[in-house]
């Protein structure tokens, strides 16, 4: 697992700095962050974000399940995902943890703006 640094995209511009992805990885959250996904495999792929909280009791509505995020990302295609609410997202150090579902051709990099 590695932590992947945020990279922000400004008013000039951003060329992502990409890396192959782990089985699973990190970044630190503060609700802004999104995660970039470029896959050069020849399969679809799915990006898993794993939830913090699986449920929630909200007043007027009742118990309410959160699941993890999964997203598709088609071969060939890049894609965002995000971004992530930290009171549903962020680890107790203040991470979000997502994992590919294959690592092969796959490029990411966390953005915000």
């Known amino acids: 697992m590695a932590l992947i640094s945020s990279q922000q995209i400004t008013e000039a511009g951003k060329t992502p700095t990409l890396s192959t992805p782990a089985a699973s990885d990190t970044f630190t959250n503060s609700g802004k962050e999104f995660i970039f996904v470029k896959n050069g495999s020849g399969s679809s792929i799915n990006i898993t974000v794993t939830a913090q909280i699986s449920s929630v009791d909200l007043s007027g509505y009742g118990t ?6 999964v997203f598709a990302v088609a071969s060939g295609a890049s894609s965002f995902v995000g971004p992530f609410a930290p009171e549903a997202y962020s680890a107790s150090d203040g991470t979000v943890t997502f994992a590919c579902s294959s690592a092969e051709s796959i490029d990411v990099a966390i953005l915000y703006l």
Do not use: G, R
Not at 64 to 69: D, I, Q, R, V, W
């Open 64 to 69: 309410l399940t959160k699941s993890n995020t």
